[in-house]
């Protein structure tokens, strides 16, 4: 797959992070991402990220969990084999609610743990990048992602005057195991070699 | 922009408000004495009890649950409700006022008019012939109701006021570490204090005199915490609509809708808790099917209270369920407006179906009479509160945790 280039500054205070963002998204550079070492409050504002379709996701496996779980038993105990039960009604309500609770929660759980590992490009023959080993430890991490207008020079000295503690430049496959969500490969095509 | 306001001034109209709510009420109260309190009828006269009874016990405990969030989120060191802090203060005030209504109603009941229809186990000719009733005696019988329940509303109030007390602290000035510290350890104890007479009163003891003992055969372990999450989340949606309203009246310079989010959070979970217990009470004795514990449920599910009761589970599961589960909608005022005053009228229903339902089996007509009532207690709720609203700063100016309120982030 296609590699791209990537401007990487390190910086080592919250306090100066949060001015940089805004610089940079001000200056039109398209920020790929920024990795922290731990939850960031107000990060995903300041990075302008639309709000996660996750919940909606998992809204509708849960549906799916409900729908799934009530009509199975309900199948089953009136039309395919209804038995009698201590005389109870062949469709029981609130005997079949436990379940449906539980099938619901399963879904919606399984469900959402596999949708934030297909966002997150996360699986287990998944070779990712890392930008900075250091971003698990103590410094946040903004990458920048370059076209072929951007001059890196400029981004760099750019960078290092909005306080960054280290910049540098690198190469890395930023696509999908896929290919379905890296599909801007002429821009870099065109991109001379620095 | 206008210049915040840092101190409540009750507006005209709220006091004309409440002064109309508050006449209603009375009105309707003398009425229902005259067709039914005096009446010869004791079924009639049994009705007008109850109907007192589930209306003070009601917004009695939903003021309460205000001092039991202000001491839960300080021992839970949780410091994004302090900016609106003052209000669930002001509407705890009502305590000792609402304690000292239901007082005089169960002191009424219990001792003066003896009143058999309301609480069977007052009748000792019954309780002789009544194995379970003489097994029950030794905690159902007016001595140990009465000083259970003088104590319980007299240690509410009384926990209630320290804690408000320890609150004005934070108007006289500015404090250093360790008066901070100092200050928190105090709160820290108050609050553990009322916390557990809360667990012993509340959360198990009370429920079971004022209102499980209408059916003095029937038990259920559920029904304590039943009543907790009903009176709990009727009482978030109480200090939600308060803050709401100071707000849109230019109060409360800080609370934002995070904090209306926090409050919406309330809201949800403990509607969904509620349910969760509502269907434990309710599955178990469906599946186990015993004469002697389905007589709780026979006329609610089938009877006259059908309706009530199923009705009780679209207002207080469904609605809150699918309307207050997007973050968008906990963050605006009007639909919150529009859920709080939804979440209060269902248990509202619920408390009726509990107290009522056990006293007026085959009938479930809500009459000018219940919302009468209910006017007069809600008129005299918004009166203190807003009473209680004037007399102090709406923001704790000096407390210890104001800055993690201000800038709370959810």
């Known amino acids: 797959m296609a590699k791209k280039k990537f401007v990487v500054a390190s910086f080592d205070d919250e306090k100066v992070l949060f001015p940089a963002v805004k610089k940079v998204r001000l200056s039109g550079y398209k920020i790929h991402d920024v990795y922290t070492p731990y939850p960031v409050h107000g990060l995903d504002h300041a990075l302008g990220l639309r709000e996660t379709s996750l919940h909606t996701a998992g809204f509708i496996y849960g549906i799916s969990g409900t729908t799934i779980a009530l009509g199975g038993m309900g199948w089953v105990f009136t039309t395919d084999w209804p038995l009698n039960i201590g005389g109870k009604p062949h469709f029981p309500l609130p005997a079949f609610i436990p379940i449906t609770f539980e099938t619901t929660v399963l879904l919606s759980a399984v469900g959402m743990v596999l949708t934030f590992c297909y966002l997150c490009q996360l699986a287990p023959f998944v070779k990712k990048h890392h930008f900075s080993l250091r971003a698990t430890d103590d410094l946040f991490v903004m990458v920048i992602e370059c076209t072929s207008k951007t001059n890196v020079d400029d981004l760099q000295s750019f960078l290092s005057n909005a306080g960054a503690v280290d910049v540098n430049v690198q190469e890395a496959e930023a696509g999908w195991w896929l290919g379905t969500y890296d599909k801007d490969q002429v821009l870099l095509k065109e991109q001379p070699a620095v | 922009m206008t210049p915040v306001k840092e101190q409540f001034e009750i507006p005209s109209k709220m006091k004309t408000w409440s002064m109309v709510l ?6 309707s109260f003398i009425l229902g004495l005259i067709t039914k309190g005096v009446s010869n009828n004791a079924e009639d006269k049994a009705v007008f009890l109850g109907t007192l009874m589930y209306n003070t016990i009601f917004w009695m405990l939903i003021c309460n649950a205000s001092m039991f969030f202000i001491c839960a989120t300080t021992l839970a060191m949780g410091g994004w409700s302090t900016v609106i802090r003052r209000v669930p203060e002001a509407i705890s005030t009502l305590v000792p006022v609402f304690g000292t209504i239901t007082l005089l109603i169960l002191i009424y009941v219990v001792v003066i ?25 030794g905690f159902l019988n007016p001595g140990f109701f009465l000083v259970w329940t003088i104590l319980a509303i007299g240690l509410w109030s009384l926990l209630g006021y320290r804690m408000r007390k320890l609150s004005s602290e934070t108007d006289e000035g500015p404090m250093d570490y360790d008066t901070g510290k100092q200050f928190t350890w105090r709160n820290t104890v108050t609050a553990s204090l009322f916390i557990v007479w809360f667990a012993l009163t509340v959360a198990s003891t009370v429920p079971w005199f004022w209102m499980m003992s209408l059916d003095p055969h029937w038990y259920s372990t559920m029904y304590s915490w039943y009543t907790f999450a009903s009176s709990f989340v009727s009482g978030m949606s109480l200090i939600s609509l308060w803050v709401i309203y100071l707000k849109n009246k230019g109060y409360l310079e800080y609370a934002n809708e995070e904090h209306l989010h926090d409050i919406g959070k309330f809201m949800f979970a403990f509607s969904i808790f509620w349910t969760y217990l509502w269907f434990s009470q309710y599955m178990l004795i469906w599946y186990g099917n015993i004469p002697e514990e389905t007589v709780y449920f026979k006329h609610r599910v089938e009877g006259a209270y059908k309706g009530i009761f199923f009705m009780n589970i679209i207002i207080n599961f469904v609605c809150p369920l699918l309307i207050l589960m997007k973050r968008a909608v906990k963050r605006n005022y009007t639909l919150m407006t529009f859920m709080a005053v939804l979440i209060i009228f269902g248990h509202w229903i619920d408390f009726y179906q509990m107290v009522m339902g ?33 007399k102090k700063p709406l923001t704790p100016k000096y407390h210890p945790f104001l800055k993690e309120s201000i800038i709370h982030h959810t």
């Open chain 2, 22 to 27: 508050i006449a209603i009420g009375v009105i």
């Open chain 2, 113 to 137: 008019d003896h009143n058999i229809l309301v609480y069977p186990w007052l009748d000792k000719a019954t309780v002789e012939k009544d194995e379970i009733l003489k097994g029950k005696s």
């Open chain 2, 358 to 390: 056990s006293i007026r089996k085959d009938d479930a007509t809500l009459t000018w009479f219940d919302f009468g009532i209910a006017s007069l207690f809600i008129g005299l709720m918004i009166h203190f509160t807003g009473r209680a609203l004037a």
